[in-house]
């Protein structure tokens, strides 16, 4: 079999965002936080791939709408070793009917715990709900319509970390 590579440029416009991040402590060892976030994925109306050896320029087309997302949590020392955080987090998604990019839920709990040695220990996880999603422009001629079902998926993840 032959591998053979090219150099490829893409070329469109990439989306800005603008974020709004807020937190308080509101007792003594508990602290709330929450953020906004906007970003224009509608700008991006086209990718250009130009490959110059094979002379050929494929364009991606996208048909985004804008995107928010909307977070929010509560963190809690329990005493001098121990504390832990919860946050839920919504995405909308940002489809049109032209693809399957659905809105999303996420909730996260994690935790610290400090040792006697001077190392500290975190662990956390993660639950996420993607929501169904369904194309609804295309028509037989272009290959119709696709749809998902929801589902969920998780994470989990701990570390260790000393100071020498």
């Known amino acids: 079999a032959t591998v053979s590579s090219f150099g490829a ?7 800005q965002s603008v974020e709004m991040k807020l937190q308080s402590g509101v007792a003594p060892g508990w602290l709330v936080f ?11 109306e086209q990718l250009l791939v130009n490959v110059p050896a094979l002379a050929l320029t494929q364009p991606n087309n996208y048909f ?4 928010w997302t909307v977070s929010a949590g509560v963190g809690h020392a329990f ?5 832990g ?5 919504w995405d909308k998604g940002i489809q049109t009917g032209w693809d399957l990019s659905s809105s999303t839920w996420t909730f996260g709990a994690g935790g610290a715990y400090k040792d006697d040695f001077g190392g500290e220990l975190r662990f956390g996880g993660g639950l996420t709900y993607i929501s169904s999603a369904a194309e609804t422009n295309y028509t037989p001629a272009t ?12 994470a989990l ?3 260790y970390k000393t100071k020498w």
Do not use: C, R
């Open 157 to 159: 993840g701990a570390s």
């Open 85 to 89: 955080a919860a946050t839920i987090t």
């Open 34 to 44: 929450g953020s906004v976030k906007w970003t224009d994925w509608s700008v991006t």
């Open 9 to 15: 440029i893409g070329t469109g416009n990439l989306p």
């Open 64 to 67: 985004w709408s804008d995107g």
């Open 143 to 154: 290959g119709g319509n696709s749809s998902v079902g929801g589902g969920w998926a998780w």
């Open 79 to 83: 005493n001098e070793k121990l504390s």
